[in-house]
């Protein structure tokens, strides 16, 4: 590789290296070496350590959340929008996002991107089920619970075989599309 890296270069290589060797790996050094590049050309395109680390994290924003709402949206055209994310979040290797969320776990930068990202997301499936027609209360109760399930799966690092995460994927599903709440009905019933 030439002297002549963008930004960009930088730090889709230091997305690359937080996924496989984790938030220790994301120095100028190292990265300059993988990239067979002097740190000079780091230092050309950040300041210090820390602005690299915000472009991580900004990095790591658009492609964990932002980009996949936008192809949700483009896609969801002729599908359901809800089935779309679901299948597209959990027929993915998410080593990036354990790899955020454990850095998150002893930085405070990377904490306040995770829970902006968190926050998005959860926004997101809430406007999916508010539009799917569920009271906002519901919906916003069933995002978290979506959520919450995404994120055992994300942190478990087992995947799961194709029939299996089909069956998941459909009780989620089935979940999301039951119109009344289970509180509402063992009120009704009692």
């Known amino acids: 590789m030439s002297d002549q890296l963008s ?61 996949i709402i936008a192809n949700v949206e483009a896609a969801s055209k002729d599908e ?15 080593t990036l996002e354990r790899a955020v969320r454990t850095w998150a776990s002893v930085d405070p930068a990377a904490r306040t991107a995770v829970q902006a990202i968190d926050r998005r997301r959860l ?12 009271p906002k209360d519901v919906a916003r109760a069933r995002a978290q619970i979506f959520y919450w399930a995404f994120l055992g799966f994300a942190l478990s690092d087992q995947p799961l075989p194709k029939a299996r995460q089909q069956a ?23």
């Open 7 to 67: 930004a960009t270069d930088w730090v889709d290589a230091g997305l690359r290296a937080l996924a496989s060797r984790g938030f220790t790996a994301l120095k100028a050094e190292p990265l300059a070496k993988t990239l067979r590049v002097s740190r000079g050309s780091f230092y050309w395109h950040f300041a210090d350590i820390v602005a690299f680390h915000a472009a991580i994290l900004a990095r790591w924003h658009e492609v964990a959340a932002e980009q």
């Open 80 to 94: 359901d929008p809800l089935a779309l994310l679901l299948r597209r979040v959990f027929g993915e290797r998410l």
């Open 123 to 134: 926004s997101y499936v809430e406007s999916l089920l508010t539009q799917s027609g569920l």
């Open 168 to 190: 998941v994927l459909d009780e989620l599903l089935r979940i999301a599309r039951h119109d009344r709440p289970q509180s509402n009905m063992l009120r009704t019933s009692a």
